[in-house]
């Protein structure tokens, strides 16, 4: 069955940085490409970074540039560095997969806020 444990989250100020990870099991981590997600107040959860199992990586025009997603597929983990965090930002982060999405984990929460 597959798992998804999101962590790393929590209040920062704008302009700060968090730093996600994401434990997967029961899934074939190392050939699937992941993603990081988001589902900011009241609205739909969003795709805002993905990346393929060689490590090819895509991004959101909203992330690009301040955000960076990285995996290490020994210990099938997915990471999420966020710098120049922005109010905007504030949402529940989740990884899973792009292509035949799992259950979703229970997220992380990232409030971005003075």
């Known amino acids: 069955q597959a798992q998804f444990v999101e962590s790393g989250g929590g209040l920062v100020q704008p302009g700060g940085s968090l730093r996600l990870s994401c434990a997967a099991s029961?899934?074939?981590?190392?050939?699937?490409?992941m993603a990081w997600y988001r589902q900011p107040p009241g609205k739909q959860r969003e795709l805002v970074a993905s990346?393929?199992?060689?490590?090819?990586?895509n991004y959101a025009d909203s992330v690009k540039g301040r955000f960076t997603i990285s995996r290490d597929n020994a210990r099938n983990t997915l990471y999420f560095q966020m710098n120049s965090l922005q109010r905007e930002d504030t949402a529940v982060y989740y990884c899973?997969?792009?292509?035949?999405?799992?259950?979703w984990g229970q997220g992380t929460q990232v409030t971005v806020s003075s």
């Open positions: 029961g899934i074939n981590f190392r050939f699937s490409t």
């Open positions: 899973n997969r792009v292509i035949n999405v799992y259950s």
């Open positions: 990346v393929m199992s060689g490590g090819t990586a």
